[in-house]
Nanobody, 125 residues
Framework: QVQLVESGGGLVQAGGSLRLSCAAS????????MGWFRQAPGKEREFVAS????????YYADSVKGRFTISRDNAKNTVYLQMNSLTPEDTAVYSC??????????????????WGKGTLVTVSS
């Protein structure tokens, strides 16, 4: 059983940056591909970024490509999401999740085995 706890959310002005962290415990974190997802008010949850077990392969949603960077530190059982050039459209609850597979391509909303509770990111204009 893997437990995931996100941190680093908060209020930031448009154009600013935030770094989210997702700390994992209770399982073989380094074996799993990880993903970040977000859900804005009144909208469905959407994929943001994914990373394979080694950190060597990453994927991004088109809406965040070039602004967000996903990374991981397996020694610390932590995955990160560096968010730059934030806009009000990035306002959402951001959640990390783990899939039972090692490849980043397996990361999708319906394919995740473990979810964190999320952290709120609010971007003001």
């Amino acid at each position: 059983q893997v437990q995931l706890v996100e941190s680093g959310g908060g209020l930031v002005q448009a154009g600013g940056s935030l770094r989210l962290s997702c700390a994992a415990s209770g399982g073989f974190f380094s074996n799993y591909a990880m993903g970040w997802f977000r859900q804005a008010p009144g909208k469905e949850r959407e994929f943001v970024a994914s990373i394979d077990w080694s950190g060597g392969t990453t994927y991004y949603a088109d809406s965040v490509k070039g602004r967000f960077t996903i990374s991981r530190d397996n020694a610390k059982n932590t995955v990160y999401l560096q968010m730059n050039s934030l806009t009000p459209e990035d306002t959402a609850v951001y959640s990390c999740a783990a899939t039972g597979y090692s490849g980043a391509g397996y990361v999708s909303i319906n394919n995740m085995h473990y979810w964190g509770k999320g952290t709120l990111v609010t971007v003001s204009s």
